[in-house]
């Protein structure tokens, strides 16, 4: 079966973020000209989906309003012959279909994902995270996990080995590897302390589940930080289906934290033709004299 609906949590606070995320959902700060999460669109577009979900929740309006048609904006640019503008403001919108829901509460990420269960309609279906950015120019990382899906017709995860000083960052797999870039999972705990990690290998962002995990998602309780934890929804999954982990191949980006904000910034301005060559001159001037 082919995967053809995504949904994108972006109800979160992003305190990490503020001041910049009171006002403005950190899914919308953007990354040279355009918000995080038309990136993360794109990568779905790419990918064959063709019905996402985003769970918004009380100030995210920006969001909406980012996928709505700007009808006067288009109408002022059509009549000025502003083709080029007029596809940037258009965007992806026209690509794909494009439905929100709220969570009233940020109870978390599980809680953001059983938000999406009627939209599901008892389909698998992708996770996106709607501050993780991955780029891979050749097949999108998001392609990559539906392709094994379609293989092995049952949930897959996106991971990557993050190091052992940043476990306690991320949910952490306990796995084997089935071949090349798969693993079985046998286990994965939530920002486990470095002496608890059972490895480095990380789910980052991208989920290809069976609806199997909105059972488990009702039964799940609070967990880690006081949030209902779509690892722990996993774990349980794991007790009545098998699930596997995919080693992606692209470079990830948490734009939710500063450091992946700025290293995206400057790596995507160092791709785009009518930026590069000044601003790599800028850089090299800025790093002679670190
Ligand atoms: P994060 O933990 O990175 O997001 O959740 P956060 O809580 O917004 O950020 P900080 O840690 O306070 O800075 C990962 C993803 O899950 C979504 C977030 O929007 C983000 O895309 N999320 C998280 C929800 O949709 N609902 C929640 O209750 C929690």
Redesign the pocket.
């Known amino acids: 079966m082919k995967i053809t609906k995504a949904v994108?949590?972006?109800?979160?606070?992003?305190?990490?973020?503020l001041p910049a995320?009171k006002a403005v959902p950190?899914?919308m700060l953007p990354i040279v000209d355009k918000p995080t999460i038309q990136y993360i669109v794109e990568e779905a577009v790419a990918s064959g989906i063709t019905d996402l979900l985003i769970?918004t929740?009380r100030g995210k309006d920006a969001i909406v309003n980012h996928f709505d048609k700007a009808a006067e904006l288009e109408a002022v640019l059509e009549r000025d012959g502003k083709e080029e503008l007029l596809r940037l403001a258009r965007g992806v919108s026209d690509k794909i279909n494009v439905h929100f829901a709220r969570?009233k509460?940020?109870?978390?990420?599980g809680?953001?994902v059983l938000c999406a269960k009627s939209f599901a309609g008892g389909e698998p279906f992708a996770v996106m995270?709607?501050?993780?950015v991955v780029v891979n120019d050749e097949k999108p990382c998001l392609k990559q996990l539906t392709e094994q899906y379609e293989k092995l017709g049952a949930s897959v995860l996106g991971v990557q080995r993050v190091g052992m000083k940043n476990v306690n960052k991320y949910g952490i797999l306990d796995c084997e590897r089935e071949n090349g870039r798969l693993y079985k999972m046998r286990g994965m705990v939530e920002k486990p302390s470095v002496d608890k990690a059972p490895s480095d290998i990380a789910a980052l962002?991208r989920y290809v589940l069976t609806p199997a995990i909105f059972d488990c998602l009702e039964k799940t309780e609070k967990g880690a930080g006081g949030?209902?934890q779509l690892t722990d929804a996993i774990v349980k999954l794991m007790e009545t289906e098998p699930v596997y982990a995919y080693d992606f191949e692209g470079t990830r980006y948490?734009i939710?934290?500063k450091q992946g904000f700025l290293a995206a910034t400057v790596d995507f301005a160092l791709k785009r033709e009518d930026l590069r060559d000044e601003f790599a001159e800028f850089l090299k001037r800025t790093a002679a004299n670190l």
């Open positions: 994108i949590p972006a109800a979160g606070f992003g305190t990490r973020f995320t950190k899914e769970i929740s969570q509460e940020q109870k978390g990420l809680h953001a995270l709607g501050d993780d962002g949030e209902i948490d939710g934290s």
